[in-house]
């Protein structure tokens, strides 16, 4: 199902070799696309062509910051639903129909894109990774979810665009289990995914790891003390 009131938003930091790709296979499904530039080096604007959405930011802030950007841009354009895909090609644009099928409109539904691990060869870091973070969004909400840390998803554009101190991959954990804590609904589909040598990543396993433990601590314990009913969203829009 395609809807008019969906837009598919790729944050993208300095992928000079991928991106105009991962555009060309997605502009192939004829649904409006938002490219986030989040302070490349190239310009990514004269890498893509025409017929996409642009937002450029001077320096990078962070993945967790291109989507709440990402989602600004959506929500000014009238998009109530946003696909968000990643820039290195590790996720592939003929998996968006699986999107398109579970898709039905309903503000209260993410729908996750969870990596088929058996298909291809992750590094042991991905997998154990995973299995720690779907551990502990399981603690933190008590829903079990197969792929925490997928960045393959569809919003709703306001809960994406919801206010947070994340800034970087660890945002989309944190955004998860914020709409958990609010009611939401996960459906899941199973997409496929890409590990080569070839492949540029800037997850820093040292630092972006940091961040992961601070953010699950803060949330278990907001979980343990009950300070989760302040920071539901409520399906309040944002101004």
């Known amino acids: 199902m395609k809807s008019n009131s969906l837009c598919i938003i790729i944050p993208v930091y300095n992928n000079p070799n991928t991106i ?7 502009m192939g499904y004829s649904i409006p696309l938002i490219v986030v530039d989040d302070g490349s ?10 017929g996409v959405t642009m937002v450029t930011h001077e320096t990078n802030h962070g993945k967790g910051v291109a989507l709440r950007s990402g989602a600004t841009k959506a929500y000014e354009m009238g998009y ?10 590790q996720h592939f644009a003929e998996d968006i129909p699986k999107f398109l099928e579970k898709f039905s409109s309903d503000e209260n539904e993410l729908i996750i894109g969870v990596r088929d691990f058996e298909q291809c060869n992750p590094p042991k870091s991905s997998v154990i990774g995973r299995r720690i973070g779907n551990f502990w969004v399981w ?3 008590g829903v079990w979810v197969s792929d925490t840390q997928t960045g393959f998803r569809l919003y709703p554009v306001d809960f994406l665009r919801y206010p947070s101190s994340t800034t970087r991959y660890e945002f989309e954990i944190e955004n998860l289990v914020r709409f958990l804590w609010s009611g939401g609904k996960v459906s899941e589909v199973s997409v496929k995914t890409v590990y080569d040598e070839s ?14 433990t601070v953010l699950h601590t803060k949330l278990v314990l907001q979980r343990i003390f009950l300070f989760r009913g302040i920071l539901k969203h409520n399906g ?4």
């Open 139 to 141: 603690v933190e909400s």
């Open 80 to 89: 109530k639903f946003c696909l968000t895909m990643d820039g290195d090609a």
């Open 236 to 239: 309040e829009r944002l101004a």
């Open 20 to 26: 105009a790709q991962v555009v060309n296979e997605v």
């Open 199 to 212: 492949r540029i990543t800037h997850f820093d396993k040292l630092k972006d790891n940091f961040y992961m």
């Open 41 to 50: 080096e190239r310009d990514v604007a004269s890498l893509i062509g025409e």
